[in-house]
């Protein structure tokens, strides 16, 4: 089984600042995907970012980029230039080998933007 | 269309009773999947679908939940018997690959009283 942890329940940062929001993962596959979901107050789930666990590189999406680090089963999500509109509840995901496609989520980060 | 539509958006039930949740997926997005989302908590995954088949329903809390997706597209979560722990969002999404992630709807909120 699959397991994420999100050990931050809420962060605040500061307008223009930089965060980061912690993830780490625990599977005995191979093979897996890790995913960074956003969730603002309307509740539509927003994805933001894939990292691949063959990937050599950190993913980039925009102001998003993934910290992963394999040996340390995290891969913390960093949000440059923070913005008000970034205040939403943020998770963690992980999806295992390559038919498989369920996702484990983590219990989430929310995240506050401050002006 | 364009993104993923679930309807109804609020639904709320008498205990016992059967509740239908439609989502309709992103058009050729062949993957759909439902999660339940209990309030503070990450989605939970209920059920997969690639095409008409059920690929993995390991989710399922029950025999009283049950999907269906007959021709493809459009998918129906059913619920027999409704509980008050069947109280959540349930959210629907569908993906065209893996690495893409997935495009999830609005959601549903159930609320059983």
């Known amino acids: 089984a699959q397991k994420i942890t999100q050990t931050q329940p809420g962060m605040f940062v500061q307008e223009k600042e930089a965060v980061t929001l912690d993830c780490t993962y625990d599977t005995s596959d191979p093979s897996y995907g890790l995913f960074w979901y956003k969730q603002p107050s309307s509740g539509e789930m927003i994805f933001l970012i894939y990292?691949?666990?063959?990937?050599?590189q950190n993913a980039t999406e925009g102001r998003y980029s993934l910290n992963f680090q394999k040996a340390r089963k995290s891969a913390n999500l960093v949000i440059s230039a923070s913005q008000l509109g970034d205040s939403a509840m943020y998770f963690c995901a992980i999806g295992v080998g390559g038919s498989a496609r369920q996702l484990t989520f983590g219990s989430g980060t929310q995240l506050t933007v401050l002006p | 269309g364009a993104g993923v539509s679930q309807t109804p958006s609020n639904k709320v039930t008498e205990k016992g009773k059967y509740v239908e949740l439609r989502c309709d997926p992103i058009s050729g997005h062949t993957a759909l999947y439902w999660y339940r989302q209990s309030l503070g908590q990450g989605p939970e995954f209920l059920i997969y679908?690639?095409?008409?088949?059920?690929?993995?329903d390991s989710g399922l809390p029950n025999d009283r939940f049950f999907a269906v997706r007959p021709e493809g597209s459009v998918s129906t979560l059913k619920i027999q018997r409704t509980e008050r722990g069947d109280s959540a969002v349930y959210l629907c999404a569908s993906s065209s690959g893996f690495g893409y992630g997935y495009t999830f709807g609005s959601g549903t909120r159930l609320t059983v009283v």
């Open positions: 679908f690639q095409g008409t088949g059920a690929a993995d």
């Open positions: 990292q691949g666990s063959y990937d050599q």
